[in-house]
């Protein structure tokens, strides 16, 4: 297996259908030397290309594409993807816009003909040869400008060995056209002309592809909503002077001043100021949070007010709004499992309905004997059955899909786990860090009944010998202390700490090693035995080598978890928490929380084993996690949710990210990949039944049903292509009303 592979993300144009895509897939995987995997996305218009340099480069990929009709947009250096796709989807629009303006001005006069030759307006004015050959002055432009695209991508496409929609539109327009000019200069051929038909089919048809490209083009708001979060310069400091320099010219180390009003550059610690800073784009949470010295911020968030000092730890592609950006672009540019129904049906649908229209031709002239009934039908059938729909129907849904999670701080990794995450019906939850907080935090200050000491007194000895050390608890007890109060102060690994504090010799520790071989006051020990029951620690404190009191430290529970499995419970959800904590600590925090078994004891290197085991019950099971110790149970889960303030580990063997942190959010996703699907499924139920419906009625199975008007019954052409526009701009505002979609 070749190790040295390259991987890009590049834009496509030109595609119109689900052929397209998969005639651009198939020349780079099946023709082109060094390319491993290609995947193109219809919605996106973006290929995904694994290749060898070595066999390969980026040039010879863009001439493959290029030689079945397509355009590959090749890397700009320093811009994004988003930002080179959407300025050439900007061009494209504008050719649209301007051959559907010629269109318009050649079809509008040619409708009015047609009309006016129907009502009897024009007199005889429609019998002169005249007549004739302006229906063809007007008629030709349309078919030879506004139409070549359809013929060139229609041949490239056949010579790829596949057939697209453009094979459809072409063929079904140029049989009216020809027909037409048969009888405009051939005395043996008769009948009414047809080119308003042939310039009707291809402007209104060119009119919904411009449609569909302004609305696809929303599609991509959630990507380009995060990149205009990142600023375009940093005032950079060096040699105490400020520089306004390109955000990529600043590195790690460097020092940045962020104004207020202005949004942070990168990702760094704060040396200097304090603000108020909004993280909203990250966390979710309306309100700025208090940030100063030693306190991280992301690049991306808003200064709202205070000037700061910030020095760079992650610049670029390393930072926290990159990585998010490049999740989300991931999972947008993927297949889902429902999509291979689709590409399946799309790779044969264009050859079995040419086979239709043939037949269909071929049935209605010996059964009327009159060609032009037959050809109409066979032009109707041609151009009512474009497979765009289908080929729309699930990359949209997902692009939308993946866009409101990002909006809600939900990063999927890729469509597979979107589509997977709504089947989740057994939830494991890492206790520390997931459903509490993750820090231990002082909930109980006790003093003995013959202690001589007050309360206040008593919290402020034991602060102040705290706070030197650096242990976890020691800083849950030590609060805002001055470490200098602290004299002669001495650490005991693994029992406690000592120190002199205003005379008074403090010791505060493990119940054993403070009481030694005598025992704690038997109020203290009541107290103490209780708050061991529920899941807290005991620390002693001893002064002057007298036990005067307890203190009981506890990891406090995450605001929102009991919320959150209440909520997942409501829903069939069965949540089971896991803890290397003892059985009692464990109980306490799960039934504070609702969570009805508790798994305690579980060393890191068992979770991915029981994982495992309840995945063997048939379970669809999701983890959620935030340390590095969750990262096996995470990869071994179905669907693995790591807390976006948890370790890089968590979060790269993780399927979906939770950006805010919030139990809530897993519910969320879920919510959210039943959404997504949901639309799919009525993507793809819309566009199989518009072709199930419409092509029978365009090859003539309405015209015995008299009650039915005259146009419904003959499906004229001009009907078949509105339909068919109609479709695809439907499949696609379906999809964006997803995105309005409250979790």
Same mark, same amino acid.
Request: charged content about 20%; aromatic content about 4%.
């Given at each position: 297996?070749?190790?040295?592979?390259?991987?890009?993300?590049?834009?496509?144009?030109?595609?119109?259908?689900?052929?397209?895509?998969?005639?651009?897939?198939?020349?780079?995987?099946?023709?082109?030397?060094?390319?491993?995997?290609?995947?193109?996305?219809? /919605?996106?218009?973006?290929?995904?290309?694994?290749?060898?340099?070595?066999?390969?480069?980026?040039?010879?990929?863009?001439?493959?594409?290029?030689?079945?009709?397509?355009?590959?947009?090749?890397?700009?250096?320093?811009?994004?993807?988003?930002?080179?796709?959407?300025?050439?989807?900007?061009?494209?629009?504008?050719?649209?816009?301007?051959?559907?303006?010629?269109?318009?001005?050649?079809?509008?006069?040619?409708?009015?003909?047609?009309?006016?030759?129907?009502?009897?307006?024009?007199?005889?004015?429609?019998?002169?040869?005249?007549?004739?050959?302006?229906?063809?002055?007007?008629?030709?432009?349309?078919?030879?400008?506004?139409?070549?695209?359809?013929?060139?991508?229609?041949?490239?496409?056949?010579?790829?060995?596949?057939?697209?929609?453009?094979?459809?539109?072409?063929?079904?327009?140029?049989?009216?056209? /020809?027909?037409?000019?048969?009888?405009?200069?051939?005395?043996?051929?008769?009948?009414?002309?047809?080119?308003?038909?042939?310039?009707?089919?291809?402007?209104?048809?060119?009119?919904?592809?411009?449609?569909?490209?302004?609305?696809?083009?929303?599609?991509?708001?959630?990507?380009?909503?995060?990149?205009?979060?990142?600023?375009?310069?940093?005032?950079?400091?060096?040699?105490?002077?400020?520089?306004?320099?390109?955000?990529?010219?600043?590195?790690?180390?460097?020092?940045?001043?962020?104004?207020?009003?202005?949004?942070?550059?990168?990702?760094?610690?704060?040396?200097?100021?304090?603000?108020?800073?909004?993280?909203?784009?990250?966390?979710?949470?309306?309100?700025?949070?208090?940030?100063?010295?030693?306190?991280?911020?992301?690049?991306?968030?808003?200064?709202?007010?205070?000037?700061?000092?910030?020095?760079?730890?992650?610049?670029?592609?390393?930072?926290?709004?990159?990585?998010?950006?490049?999740?989300?672009?991931?999972?947008?540019?993927?297949?889902?499992?429902?999509?291979?129904?689709?590409?399946?049906?799309?790779?044969?649908?264009?050859?079995?309905?040419?086979?239709?229209?043939?037949?269909?031709?071929?049935?209605?002239?010996?059964?009327?004997?009159?060609?032009?009934?037959?050809?109409?039908?066979?032009?109707?059938?041609?151009?009512? /059955?474009?497979?765009?729909?289908?080929?729309?129907?699930?990359?949209?849904?997902?692009?939308?899909?993946?866009?409101?999670?990002?909006?809600?701080?939900?990063?999927?990794?890729?469509?597979?786990?979107?589509?997977?995450?709504?089947?989740?019906?057994?939830?494991?939850?890492?206790?520390?860090?997931?459903?509490?907080?993750?820090?231990?935090?002082?909930?109980?200050?006790?003093?003995?009944?013959?202690?001589?000491?007050?309360?206040?007194?008593?919290?402020?000895?034991?602060?102040?010998?705290?706070?030197?050390?650096?242990?976890?608890?020691?800083?849950?007890?030590?609060?805002?202390?001055?470490?200098?109060?602290?004299?002669?102060?001495? /650490?005991?690994?693994?029992?406690?700490?000592?120190?002199?504090?205003?005379?008074?010799?403090?010791?505060?520790?493990?119940?054993?090693?403070?009481?030694?071989?005598?025992?704690?006051?038997?109020?203290?020990?009541?107290?103490?035995?209780?708050?061991?029951?529920?899941?807290?620690?005991?620390?002693?404190?001893?002064?002057?080598?007298?036990?005067?009191?307890?203190?009981?430290?506890?990891?406090?529970?995450?605001?929102?978890?009991?919320?959150?499995?209440?909520?997942?419970?409501?829903?069939?959800?069965?949540?089971?928490?896991?803890?290397?904590?003892?059985?009692?600590?464990?109980?306490?925090?799960?039934?504070?929380?609702?969570?009805?078994?508790?798994?305690?004891?579980?060393?890191?290197?068992?979770?991915?084993?029981?994982?495992?085991?309840?995945?063997?019950?048939?379970?669809?099971?999701?983890?959620?996690?935030?340390?590095?110790?969750?990262?096996?149970?995470?990869?071994?889960?179905?669907?693995?949710?790591?807390?976006?303030?948890?370790?890089?580990?968590?979060?790269?063997?993780?399927?979906?990210?939770?950006?805010?942190?919030?139990?809530?959010?897993?519910?969320?996703?879920?919510?959210?990949?039943?959404?997504?699907?949901?639309?799919?499924?009525?993507?793809?139920?819309?566009?199989?039944?518009?072709?199930?419906?419409?092509?029978?009625?365009?090859?003539?199975?309405?015209?015995?049903?008299?009650?039915?008007?005259?146009?419904?019954?003959?499906?004229?052409?001009?009907?078949?292509?509105?339909?068919?526009?109609?479709?695809?701009?439907?499949?696609?505002?379906?999809?964006?009303?997803?995105?309005?979609?409250?979790?």
């Amino acid at each position: 297996m070749n190790d040295n592979l390259t991987r890009v993300t590049l834009p496509v144009l030109g595609m119109s259908c689900a052929g397209c895509s998969g005639n651009v897939e198939r020349v780079l995987n099946e023709r082109t030397d060094g390319v491993r995997e290609a995947t193109v996305n219809l /919605a996106l218009e973006r290929a995904t290309i694994s290749y060898d340099p070595a066999q390969v480069d980026l040039d010879g990929l863009a001439a493959a594409v290029a030689g079945i009709g397509f355009t590959l947009v090749l890397p700009d250096p320093g811009r994004s993807i988003v930002l080179t796709q959407e300025e050439a989807q900007d061009h494209e629009i504008a050719r649209h816009k301007r051959e559907l303006l010629l269109g318009f001005i050649c079809t509008v006069p040619l409708a009015i003909m047609a009309l006016g030759r129907g009502l009897g307006w024009l007199g005889d004015w429609p019998a002169s040869p005249l007549f004739g050959w302006l229906m063809w002055l007007l008629a030709t432009p349309v078919q030879i400008v506004v139409g070549r695209s359809f013929y060139t991508g229609g041949f490239k496409s056949l010579r790829a060995g596949g057939a697209n929609m453009d094979v459809l539109v072409a063929l079904g327009s140029s049989v009216a056209y /020809a027909y037409s000019l048969a009888v405009l200069v051939l005395p043996a051929v008769d009948g009414p002309l047809h080119f308003p038909t042939a310039a009707m089919i291809i402007t209104l048809i060119r009119l919904g592809k411009l449609l569909e490209a302004r609305a696809r083009r929303l599609t991509t708001g959630a990507v380009r909503g995060l990149l205009d979060l990142a600023p375009e310069t940093a005032r950079l400091i060096r040699d105490n002077a400020e520089t306004e320099v390109p955000v990529a010219s600043v590195a790690p180390g460097d020092r940045v001043r962020v104004r207020p009003g202005d949004r942070i550059p990168v990702d760094g610690e704060i040396e200097d100021g304090h603000a108020a800073v909004d993280m909203s784009a990250f966390t979710g949470e309306p309100l700025p949070v208090d940030c100063g010295p030693g306190d991280m911020v992301l690049g991306g968030a808003v200064n709202r007010d205070g000037s700061l000092i910030v020095r760079a730890i992650a610049v670029g592609a390393d930072s926290a709004l990159s990585r998010i950006t490049r999740m989300v672009e991931q999972a947008q540019e993927g297949k889902a499992p429902v999509q291979r129904l689709a590409d399946r049906v799309s790779a044969v649908f264009v050859p079995v309905i040419i086979g239709i229209a043939l037949l269909t031709f071929a049935a209605w002239w010996a059964i009327g004997g009159a060609f032009l009934p037959a050809m109409m039908r066979l032009v109707a059938v041609l151009v009512v /059955a474009c497979p765009c729909a289908l080929g729309l129907a699930t990359p949209t849904a997902i692009v939308v899909g993946t866009g409101l999670g990002a909006r809600h701080g939900i990063l999927f990794r890729n469509p597979e786990v979107l589509e997977r995450t709504r089947g989740i019906n057994l939830l494991l939850v890492d206790k520390t860090g997931t459903i509490t907080e993750g820090r231990p935090v002082a909930t109980d200050w006790i003093i003995a009944e013959d202690a001589a000491l007050t309360i206040d007194k008593f919290r402020d000895l034991v602060s102040a010998a705290e706070a030197p050390s650096e242990h976890p608890v020691a800083r849950a007890l030590a609060g805002d202390a001055d470490p200098s109060r602290a004299i002669d102060f001495k /650490a005991e690994p693994g029992q406690g700490i000592e120190a002199r504090i205003d005379g008074y010799l403090v010791r505060v520790g493990a119940p054993d090693w403070i009481v030694g071989e005598d025992t704690l006051p038997a109020d203290l020990v009541t107290r103490g035995n209780d708050l061991s029951a529920m899941g807290k620690t005991v620390i002693a404190v001893a002064v002057d080598d007298r036990p005067v009191g307890l203190v009981a430290v506890s990891d406090t529970v995450r605001e929102g978890a009991a919320a959150a499995v209440g909520l997942l419970d409501s829903r069939g959800i069965d949540v089971i928490m896991l803890t290397g904590d003892a059985q009692p600590a464990a109980d306490a925090v799960a039934g504070e929380v609702g969570i009805l078994q508790a798994v305690a004891s579980v060393r890191p290197d068992e979770k991915a084993r029981i994982v495992g085991e309840f995945h063997a019950d048939c379970a669809v099971v999701g983890m959620v996690g935030d340390g590095v110790n969750d990262a096996p149970a995470l990869a071994a889960a179905d669907v693995g949710f790591a807390m976006g303030h948890g370790s890089d580990i968590a979060i790269e063997a993780a399927d979906v990210t939770l950006v805010r942190g919030d139990l809530r959010d897993v519910l969320r996703a879920i919510r959210l990949s039943q959404a997504t699907l949901g639309t799919i499924r009525q993507n793809l139920f819309w566009a199989f039944c518009y072709n199930l419906l419409l092509v029978p009625a365009a090859a003539g199975a309405l015209s015995s049903i008299s009650i039915l008007p005259g146009f419904l019954r003959d499906f004229h052409p001009i009907l078949a292509a509105s339909a068919m526009a109609a479709s695809s701009v439907t499949v696609v505002l379906n999809s964006l009303r997803l995105g309005r979609t409250r979790l």
